[in-house]
């Protein structure tokens, strides 16, 4: 399932709901591997005091969907969820969430990595910055995701 | 009959408007042919995205009656 909200939304509780509602997954899943975006107050060096996050819909939507059927032909999935956030959002916000369970760790852990790395480099959203000092600033590109490199 | 040119993002806001219709090409044109016929004052900035009706394509991808092309910067979403 691919959710794109302007709301709010709890990751934890969207899990929950979700696995509760897929009742081909009882008993059949054995790994849930979890990836949680949030929204930090600081990027390179500046203090960020709340964001916006723009769309492309349906562009958004549909390469979501091939990514996931991208995975579903590399790895054995049981089920997938993504969540993005757009709109205005704050520090501590949820922004993106994906969520994937399969029988084995193996599928759950590279499948959850590739989805989140495909949809940071391919997905059309983009973030702009409101600073502290009332600046704003789009952001240029997205990192490598490690803070040393 | 028309194209469709949309922009998002800080591209958007360089040109001042979200969409632009053009008329169908008489020949057949490219996703350039038709940012310069959108923008004939800009060179497209060097790390422009571009997409036709919401699929990733290059600059010379031919362009057809009623497609929609999109132009944008790179993707900064998770």
């Known amino acids: 399932m691919i959710k794109i909200t302007a709301n709010a939304f709890n990751p934890y509780t969207e ?8 009742s081909g997954l009882q008993g059949k899943f054995g790994a849930t591997s979890l990836f949680i975006g949030t929204m930090r107050d600081f990027n390179e ?41 757009i709109g205005e959002v704050s520090p501590d916000d949820s922004l993106v969430l994906v969520a994937v369970w399969s029988s ?14 495909a949809l940071k480099s391919r997905v059309p959203f983009w973030k702009k910055e409101q600073l502290t000092n009332n600046q704003q600033q789009w952001v240029a590109k997205n990192t490598d995701g490690y803070q040393n490199s | 009959m028309s194209i469709k040119v949309v922009y998002f993002a800080s591209l958007k806001e360089l040109l001042g408007h979200s969409e632009t219709l053009l008329p169908t090409p008489t020949s057949t044109v490219s996703v350039i042919d038709i940012w310069q016929q959108a923008n004939p004052d800009l060179t497209i900035p060097s790390n422009t995205l571009a ?24 993707v900064t979403g998770g």
Do not use: C
Request: proline share 5%; net charge negative; charged share 20%.
């Open chain 1, 45 to 85: 060096g500046q203090t960020v005091q709340s964001m916006t996050l723009e769309h492309y819909p349906k562009m958004t939507e549909n390469q979501l969907g091939k990514i996931v059927s991208e995975a579903q032909q590399q790895w054995a999935l049981l089920d997938s969820l993504i969540i993005h956030r």
């Open chain 1, 15 to 22: 899990i929950q709901q979700h696995q509760a509602q897929q």
């Open chain 1, 104 to 117: 084995h760790r193996g599928d759950a852990f590279d499948a959850s990595r590739f989805i989140m790395e």
């Open chain 2, 51 to 74: 997409a036709v009706n919401m699929e990733y394509v290059s600059l010379e991808y031919p362009i057809a009656d009623n497609d929609e092309v999109a132009f944008f910067p790179p």
